[in-house]
């Protein structure tokens, strides 16, 4: 009877992979047996350049999606476009994901598509299980599009971006108001229950360290700056101020927000608005791109002397970012100061799914086992002992390739975004930026630029390896 | 036993199926629209016949047709929302009432600049029946506003407070002479089992 029982669950979860496999068109940048992140390392090399061919080629298709992955396609096709001001091509795609997220949020609860493709991971890998996007994620895709929007001319488009990220954010922390405290307890339950490895132990111990300090990871100074930013550009000093002072709380560090309220608040007589010949030149740098998550797979003997695997995401770099952006503008330089490191916020948001990974990969250990262990005995009584074996055998290789880690997350997100803010008085000027990469090379880009009296010049920078891309917007 | 296991397996199995081409269909615009919480049609349709109500109820603009400039909405809302739609059928519902006319300089000043200097400039167009410069007349009043929301989520429940605000200006004077508020409150439940 048990037997039974156990064969029809086999044969439960294996239909379910038939029908979740071949239900859809299979994705053409992830699946059960494709990594995600070895898609996006195709994709890499061409961030920056202006010749779309191979971006458009990775990820045209899953962009058409209407599921997590035409999502994460929309995002990554958005980010492309947006590195070499393509704003209007960004920003539909941005607006194409903002709507796919939407509709994945609002499924029931219990989703009865979402169980199955959980069900059905049982027997693959997360890979299988519907992406939904991390918050920090949406927040900055939000972020990200409020940038469109501004170098389109249309603020009221920005200041409905920059709402939009706030609603996350403040969602995200009543959310996770109770669930934060309950997910450190349940943290240090699933260390306990985690398949014990020195290796993922110590990749652990990185991350770890590597958060320590940061809240959450929906939060980011540099959403808060852009939509103080953004207020101001409409003419609301006040909610400028509220979202300049947020920003303050999670970077103090950080002058070129400090003087921001202390201009708006009036609290510093030294820090002056710009006078009635002066503006403002406010240079966004967005430096790199985010790290890849790696995969840490390990056998797990099993008390019968059979072996299984597993498999977990981790970040593995933890190279910090001390790169900055010199600007030379009229005999004065400037450098840009850090407001968001999106490698930690990627880090502890991993790290806050980790109790649901763990759960997912003990009770895939269980299921891959199990259907291993009815199939050899089916095996068996069918063909012999040789049978059984081969089944075994068959059963093991498939455990070992079927075992993932789930490395999805939006890639083309830069790594750090940083700010300054320079007040001139009004003219055009020929400025000059340079960065020195991590390999060490400097390079330069002059761009022109033009302060018109009252209003913001915003200079967007995007560094990638070798590249430098600058657009002027506004004045 | 089995029978019921496999039967709730093929279901399952059917409800991560992709879904096929939509269904079309015409259906009524009048007709209550809530298919989402987001601002939509309806709220629209709400905001303008209130709006309308209201502003044809006011004594302000007696018998002589005054000419009304309108500015588009201010969107102060989360949403991309085509506040010109708003104002556009405010204008088409107040200018069949026949008691104002509106200013098309505020909807299309750069065409029908272009089209004066056409008329007088181009040679093509006989001169008896072209355009007057400097004929155009100055609006009496502006209409203008904005809608703003206020968005509460509590687990699976939504409530979104839309309020539009609208007022008249005289020109003039800049008095207000006339203003009016519309409040839609929209709530939306995710539901506990579905596909």
Redesign the interface.
């Known amino acids: 009877m048990v037997s039974?029982g156990k064969r029809?669950l086999v044969?439960?979860l294996v239909?379910?992979v038939?029908?979740?496999a071949g239900?859809?068109?299979t994705s053409s940048t992830s699946g059960a047996f494709k990594s995600y992140a070895d898609s996006f390392n195709k994709a890499r090399p061409s961030m920056g350049s202006n010749d779309m061919t191979v971006i458009d080629s990775i990820y045209a298709k899953d962009a058409a999606r209407r599921d997590g992955q035409g999502m994460l396609a929309n995002w990554e096709l958005a980010a492309a476009d947006e590195a070499v001001g393509r704003w209007a091509e960004s920003r539909d795609h941005f607006?194409l994901a903002d709507a796919i997220a939407?509709d994945l949020e609002?499924?029931?609860?219990?989703?009865?598509?979402d169980?199955?493709?959980t069900?059905?991971s049982l027997l693959t890998n997360d890979n299988t299980i519907e992406f939904k996007g991390d918050a920090y994620e949406k927040v900055m895709a939000h972020t990200l599009n409020a940038l469109n929007y501004i170098a389109l001319g249309d603020l009221?488009?920005a200041?409905?971006e920059v709402?939009?990220a706030?609603?996350y954010q403040q969602?995200e922390l009543?959310k996770h108001a109770k669930a934060l405290q309950a997910a450190e307890q349940k943290d240090s339950q699933a260390d306990q229950q985690r398949p014990a490895t020195s290796e993922l132990t110590e990749e652990l111990g990185k991350m770890d360290s590597f958060t320590a300090g940061v809240k959450n990871s929906f939060q980011n100074s540099f959403t808060y700056f852009l939509s103080g930013l953004v207020y101001e550009m409409n003419g609301e000093a006040d909610d400028a101020l509220i979202d300049y002072r947020k920003a303050l709380e999670l970077t103090p560090e950080c002058d070129p927000i400090r003087e921001s309220v202390q201009r708006l608040s009036g609290a510093e007589p030294n820090v002056a608005a710009p006078a009635a010949d002066q503006g403002e030149v406010v240079i966004i740098y967005e430096e790199g791109l985010v790290p890849e998550k790696q995969e840490v797979k390990f056998p797990v003997p099993l008390p019968w002397g059979s072996i299984s695997y597993t498999a977990f995401p981790v970040y593995t770099d933890f190279t910090p970012t001390a790169e900055r952006l010199e600007v030379s503008i009229a005999g004065r330089s400037v450098e840009t100061e850090p407001l968001i490191d999106m490698h930690v916020l990627a880090v502890k948001a991993l790290k806050e799914k980790w109790v649901g990974i763990t759960a997912r990969e003990i009770a895939r250990v269980v299921a891959k086992e199990t259907a291993q262990r009815e199939t050899a005995k089916q095996a068996q009584k069918q063909g012999g002992v040789g049978a059984e074996l081969v089944a075994n055998l068959f059963g093991l290789i498939y455990k070992a390739a079927s075992t993932r880690a789930d490395l999805r997350a939006f890639y083309g997100l830069p790594d750090e975004v940083q700010v300054a803010r320079v007040v001139m008085p009004v003219g055009q000027y020929d400025v000059r930026l340079r960065r020195v990469n991590a390999q060490a090379q400097a390079l330069e880009k002059d761009v022109q630029l033009t302060v018109v009296a009252g209003n913001k010049t915003i200079v967007v920078v995007r560094g990638l390896q070798t590249t430098i891309n600058s657009f002027s917007i506004g004045g | 036993m089995?029978s019921f296991?496999?039967t709730?397996?093929?279901?399952?199995?059917?409800?991560?199926?992709?879904a096929s081409g939509p269904a079309v269909s015409y259906q009524d615009p009048n007709a209550v629209e809530t298919l989402?919480a987001d601002f939509g049609t309806t709220d629209v349709q709400m905001i303008t016949d209130k709006m309308v109500s209201s502003l044809l109820e006011t004594p302000i603009f007696g018998s002589d047709r005054p000419v009304i400039w309108v500015s588009p909405l201010?969107?102060?809302?989360?949403?991309?929302i085509d506040t010109k739609m708003i104002t556009d059928r405010i204008r088409t519902a107040l200018l069949k009432s026949g008691k104002v006319r509106f200013t098309a300089a505020s909807d299309i000043p750069k065409e029908l600049q272009k089209q004066i200097s056409y008329q007088n400039e181009s040679g093509i167009v006989d001169p008896s029946t072209a355009a007057g410069q400097a004929r155009q007349i100055g609006a009496k009043f502006m209409l203008y506003g904005e809608v703003g929301s206020i968005?509460k989520?509590?687990g699976?429940t939504k409530l979104v407070d839309y309020q539009v605000t609208l007022n008249l200006t005289n020109v003039e004077t800049g008095i207000i002479e006339w203003a009016d508020e519309k409040t839609i409150r929209k709530g939306?439940t995710?539901?506990?089992?579905?596909?």
């Open positions: 039974a029809l044969l439960g239909s379910v038939v029908f979740v239900g859809c068109a607006l939407r609002s499924k029931a609860v219990v989703s009865g598509s169980v199955a493709k069900a059905g009221t488009g200041r409905v709402r939009k706030d609603e969602l009543e | 089995k296991v496999m709730g397996v093929v279901l399952l199995g059917f409800l991560t199926g992709c989402t201010r969107n102060k809302t989360s949403e991309h968005v989520q509590a699976r939306s995710r539901q506990v089992f579905g596909r």
